[in-house]
Structures are given as C-alpha cells and as structure tokens.
C-alpha cells in the first residue's frame, strides 16, 4: 500500500526557515501526486500544498504562499517543503500524503506519521 | 473559497448508527472523501468518492451524497469508533482541497 516517513520538524524562531522531508516507499513514486497537509494544535486539517507527479502544476493554500516552496524527486523517491519566514501560526503537524491515483478529485490515500513544527521564540 | 460545514460534536450509543454531515452548496456534484483520526495517529481514508470503502474498512461504514449534503454512516457503533472525522472535496475552480472542520464522534 505504501508508506511515508516525515522528517525535518522542530522548533524554530519567527521569520526563520526550515526544510522538511518525506520519505516514500512501497509503491511508484512518481506515479502519484503527493501533498503536505497540516493540523495546527487543537485544530482541524489543512491542506498546504499540492504537487503533480512531474512536478509541475504545484499549488499553495493562500495561508502560505510565497512563503513555501514544495518540491520532489521521484528518482530518490522524496517529497520536499521548505518553510520561509515562519509564523506562530504555521505551528503544527505537518503530514505527507499521497493522492489517490485519479488526479485531485481522489483521496488522500496514504498518510505519513506527521512531523512536529513548533514557532516560537 | 468553498465552504463545507460539519457538527462539532455527535453523541451515540453503542450499538446504534451514527450519521455525520457534510454541509455545502451543491455538495451532491463533488466527490466527498471521510477521514477517521483518534487521538495522536495520523487520519486514515474510511470512505472515498462518496460511497466507497478502502479496504480494511468495516462494513459498517458507509457514505452518502446529495443535494447539499453528504453523510457518513456508522452502523453499530463501537467504542473504538470514538474519533475525529473529517470530510473533504476538491474544489476545481480554485484548485484548492477543503476540509471540513472536524466532528469529533462520542461513543456514551
């Protein structure tokens, strides 16, 4: 079925950077379109960002535009999202799925275990 | 933006059927998907495009989708159902995901 292993959280300054990576593994990469999607504490589901499995379209959520950039790397099997001038309010879990294999009207899939991102000074 | 609507909370008893909304204009034209999260796990697909079942799922969760309302149904409900659940659609025009804001389902 597949399976997604996040990593790159921790705590971090406002208005710092940070990079978190997603690991796949069990099934075609790069057959698939791949999303980060965040819960902040206490709080609902988000969706952040969507690639395609080319790497292009890619679209951002209003909420982090022009501050996060995602990218992937099917030949290492990988998905990306560099964080820039981080904000209290991108303090969440940031999770890693995998969109069914219909395109966007599909489901999320396959999710990672989440990785912990904590803005604070 | 497009907007879908869930009750915060639902209250059963076990044994009986548990029904969640999903609440948005013309819902019934989308494709609607249903994610079950307990406390500290990543959410897990239940149901997708409205009425289908992934495997692994009991029988006893099911889905519906019409006019301005899409439904998931637990039949008779277990402990271990007690979670969140979320509903979710692709929203072409602005090629963004929405989420429902979450039920969180009590099992008394």
């Known amino acids: 079925e597949g399976e997604l292993v996040e990593s790159g959280g921790g705590l971090i300054q406002p208005g710092g950077s940070l990079r978190l990576s997603c690991a796949a593994s069990?099934?075609?990469?790069?057959?698939?379109?791949m999303f980060w999607v965040r819960q902040g504490p206490g709080k609902g589901l988000e969706w952040v960002s969507f690639i395609s499995k080319s790497g292009s379209p890619i679209y951002y959520a209003d909420s982090v535009k022009g501050r996060f950039i995602i990218s992937r790397d099917n030949g290492e099997s990988s998905l990306h999202l560099q964080m820039n001038s981080l904000r209290g309010d991108d303090t969440a879990v940031y999770y890693c799925?995998?969109?069914?294999?219909?395109?966007?009207?599909?489901?999320?899939?396959?999710w990672g275990q989440g990785t912990k991102v904590t803005v604070s000074s | 933006s497009y907007v879908v609507t869930q009750p915060a909370s639902v209250s059963v008893a076990p044994g009986t059927t548990a029904r969640i909304t999903c609440e948005g204009d013309k819902i019934g034209s989308k494709s609607v998907h249903w994610y079950q999260q307990k406390p500290g796990q990543a959410p897990v697909l239940v149901i997708s495009?409205?009425?289908d079942r992934p495997s692994g799922i009991p029988e006893r969760f099911s889905g519906s989708n019409s006019g301005r309302t899409a439904t998931l149904i637990i039949t008779r409900v277990e402990a271990g159902d007690e979670a969140d659940y979320y509903c979710q659609v692709w929203h072409p025009i602005s090629d963004h995901w929405v989420f429902g804001g979450g039920t969180h389902l009590t099992v008394l």
């Open positions: 069990g099934f075609t990469f790069s057959d698939y379109n």
């Open positions: 495009y409205d009425v």
């Open positions: 799925v995998r969109n069914g294999p219909s395109g966007p009207t599909d489901s999320f899939d396959v």
